[in-house]
């Protein structure tokens, strides 16, 4: 019994630490969108792309 509590208190500790792995990860990727937003925003250096429907390849095109 002893050997089964061990084994599933290991475990959360790897998922606990999976999860916050996971967590920090999500953060960085959060803050490095809002920078790129921001440059974009007072940079005024990228283009908008043409939403026109025209300029799209026929279906199966790519293959």
């Known amino acids: 019994m002893r050997v089964r509590v061990l084994a599933r208190d290991q475990e959360i500790d790897e998922l606990t630490e999976c999860k916050v ?11 490095e969108i809002e920078r790129l937003r ?3 925003a007072e940079a005024r250096t990228v283009r908008q792309l043409p939403h026109s429907a ?6 199966g095109s790519c293959s």
């Open 54 to 59: 025209s300029l799209m390849a026929p279906c």
């Open 21 to 31: 792995l996971g967590i920090s990860r999500l953060a960085a990727e959060h803050d």
């Open 38 to 40: 921001r440059q974009i």
